[in-house]
């Protein structure tokens, strides 16, 4: 049977899902991360977004005039990435490549790279983080930059949500064979009220990973950490971390 891709199954209403539990923290969250790539982007610079999804940056940041290369495991969400591309008028400015991130190759011929909104929890292994990391900084200049958000342990904890638009449960348990403690049981079962009738279900293993393993690979792929702007992210439960190609 072939494994099932987390979310692959419901893209089209990921993000109504998601909007409907978290509203104004799910924007702002999109919005401080534009604001902090914007900050740092020039004019004409090509970026890599690792675990695009539907577009939630790479859209945005083509209808701002740059070149982006979107790379998801999940053909769904890209589906959705090209739809919303092409009604915002930018698909011209997109490109986008279905593999895991760790199976990136080419030259180095990206100015800034993007792996955010938790993309560091579906890595199951140490080797899948360090290929994963090791393939973004082959595809950065040197002196690129790559913008990385590491998922804290709190938020591994399930929660409920309930409102007119949406009933959500969410649990997360960790794996009674992992005797390291950072691998656990997702299952999200949601029901989305408005403005679809959709029922949602689905069920994969989730990782968390400590700083100095994150920040042990990335020094090993040949990445510097060049500031900590947690604090700007204070409401996301990650750090976030400009890193910097030094060779």
């Keep these: 049977m072939a494994e099932r891709i987390p979310h692959d ?9 998601y909007e409907a539990t978290y509203g104004d923290a799910y924007r702002w969250l999109t919005d401080e991360t534009l604001r902090a790539v914007l900050e740092k982007a020039c004019p004409g610079d090509a970026i890599l977004d690792i675990g695009a999804a539907t577009g939630r940056l790479s859209v945005p940041l083509a209808a701002a005039g740059y070149r982006v290369h979107a790379v998801d495991r999940s053909p769904s969400m890209l589906r959705q990435l090209l739809a919303r591309a092409t009604e915002s008028r930018v698909g011209q400015r997109i490109t986008v490549q279905c593999v895991n991130a760790s199976e990136l190759d080419g030259a180095p011929t990206f100015d800034l790279a993007l792996c955010v909104f938790t993309v560091l929890l579906y890595l199951p292994d140490r080797a899948a983080l360090a290929g994963t990391l090791a393939a973004i900084a082959s595809r950065l200049r040197v002196g690129g930059r790559l913008l990385l958000d590491v998922p804290r342990r709190e938020l591994f904890v399930g929660y409920r949500a ?11 348990t960790p794996d009674p064979s992992d005797s390291d403690g950072r691998r656990f049981s997702y299952r999200d079962d949601a029901f989305l009220k408005s403005p679809f009738l959709v029922r949602v279900s689905e069920h994969f293993v989730a990782t968390w990973w400590p700083e100095h393993e994150v920040l042990e690979e990335a020094t090993a ?4 950490l060049e500031s900590d702007v947690s604090p700007r992210f204070t409401r996301a439960a990650s750090a976030h971390w400009w890193l910097r190609r030094h060779r």
């Design 9 to 17: 199954d419901w893209a089209q209403w990921y993000d109504a899902i």
């Design 221 to 224: 792929a040949g990445l510097e």
């Design 162 to 172: 309930e409102t007119d638009q949406v009933e959500r449960l969410v649990q997360i």
